[in-house]
């Protein structure tokens, strides 16, 4: 069974850095393409970044290019998402999503973990 | 980037069938996703590539469209399925996630 289990979120101040982690099991994390999706509170879904199955290619929306850094450890089954330079707009759900085949569907999410920017 | 449009909100009795669009601002071809989010949890897919179904959604569920216009189905519908539906596009970057429609049983 496909588990994906994020961790690291909670309250930082406008201006810091967080990093979010995803724990990966029930499946070869080392063959499969990875992503952050963002869901505001009360809003919608929003692609955040995705990482190659090896992790030589990153891709990231425009909003958090030069501020977020998704990366993987393969050794380890676990995504990560280094947030740096965080706005208030960044408050959000950050779910974990397995991206199933080069076509970029997100497959199986994980249960999200919740990062407020406030002061 | 390529805007999916959905209607916020459907309203429909157990039993009955049920079609929730998604309209995208460009062409899409067949890249086209549908997931279900139920209150207080994360999405799960139902529907790849605009028609495939995904393994282990019921068969009730069904999906059509090309280019611009897609449809998720739901016949008949039930008491479960009340939830948050979204479309997501793959095929322009960045990828995109339709607004949601949500489906309220009476």
């Known amino acids: 069974e496909v588990q994906l289990v994020e961790s690291g979120g909670g309250l930082v101040q406008p201006g810091r850095s967080m990093k979010l982690s995803c724990a990966a099991s029930?499946?070869?994390?080392?063959?499969?393409?990875m992503a952050w999706v963002c869901q505001a509170p009360k809003k919608g879904l929003e692609w955040v970044a995705t990482?190659?199955?090896?992790?030589?290619?990153?891709y990231y929306r425009d909003s958090v290019k030069g501020r977020f850094t998704i990366s993987r450890d393969n050794a380890k089954s676990t995504l990560y998402l280094q947030m740096d330079s965080l706005r208030s707009e960044d408050t959000a759900t950050y779910y974990c999503?397995?991206?199933?085949?080069?076509?970029?569907?997100?497959?199986?999410w994980g249960q999200g973990t919740l990062v407020t920017v406030s002061s | 980037d390529t805007v999916l449009t959905q209607s916020p909100a459907l309203a429909v009795s157990p039993g009955e069938r049920v079609t929730i669009s998604c309209r995208a601002s460009e062409s899409v071809s067949t890249l086209m996703h549908w997931y279900q989010q139920k209150p207080g949890q994360q999405p799960t897919l139902l529907i790849y590539?605009?028609?495939n179904l995904e393994s282990g959604v019921p068969a009730r569920f069904s999906g059509s469209g090309s280019g611009t216009d897609f449809t998720l189905t739901i016949d008949p519908v039930e008491a479960d399925d009340t939830a948050t539906y979204y479309c997501q596009q793959s095929w322009n970057d960045p990828w995109t996630f339709g607004g949601g429609t949500k489906l309220e049983l009476k």
């Open positions: 990482i190659s199955y090896d992790g030589s290619s990153t």
């Open positions: 590539l605009a028609s």
């Open positions: 029930g499946f070869t994390f080392n063959n499969y393409d």
């Open positions: 999503a397995l991206m199933d085949s080069g076509l970029n569907w997100f497959a199986y």
